[in-house]
């Protein structure tokens, strides 16, 4: 059976939810220190085992690209290429990358914890490694101070949105709620 023009329209519809609903994170924050408490990373799972691949990674690359040209996506209301350049701009990286990665091994899976997990943990790992190694070049510190103010405070609130986001996916699809 072929895709018919309405079930694009709704891919392209969820697409764009999950880029708006990242945006919505990045307000949802704490600003302190060079990067910020945010609830970006929550939804950024959320779009990658929702949409699998390739449309979660169009979902975090809309959000980018949005912030990019303008846009006031970005943590605090802030967008344009010196967010990307600056201490959060991996970040942003690692959302594009994790998004590919979780869609492509969450794509099209019975959705279960196990599932849940093979999916989270490499794009919370690609997610933190981006973040990470762009700290470590813009902020010119050596990996344990990278660590220490970019992933340390942040990892346990983190695996927590990680299961929050696969109880989410789980629900959406016990309710039938997930994209076609």
């Known amino acids: 059976m072929h ?46 085992l929702v949409l699998g691949f390739p449309h979660a990674l169009a979902a975090a690359s809309l959000f980018v690209t949005a912030g990019l040209i303008g846009l006031p ?28 990665a979780m869609g492509l091994i969450a794509r099209g899976a019975e959705p279960t914890w196990r599932r849940g997990l093979l999916a989270a943990v490499p794009g919370l790992v690609l997610l933190y490694l981006f973040g990470v190694l762009n700290l470590m070049r813009v902020l010119d510190i050596g990996w344990e101070k990278a660590l ?12 927590a949105k990680m299961f929050m986001a696969i109880a989410t996916w789980r629900f959406m699809h016990a309710r039938g709620l997930l994209p076609r």
């Open 3 to 48: 895709a018919t023009p309405l079930a694009g329209l709704h891919r392209t519809a969820w697409v764009s939810l999950m880029a708006a609903l990242m945006a919505v994170g990045s307000y949802l924050s704490l600003p302190i220190g060079p990067v910020p408490f945010t609830m970006q990373p929550f939804f950024v799972m959320l779009a990658g």
């Open 73 to 100: 996506v970005f943590t605090g209301g802030k967008a344009g290429l010196a967010v990307l350049l600056g201490p959060t701009g991996g970040y942003l990286v690692g959302y594009i990358l994790a998004t590919a």
């Open 148 to 159: 220490t103010i970019g992933f340390l405070p942040f990892i346990l609130q983190d695996i």
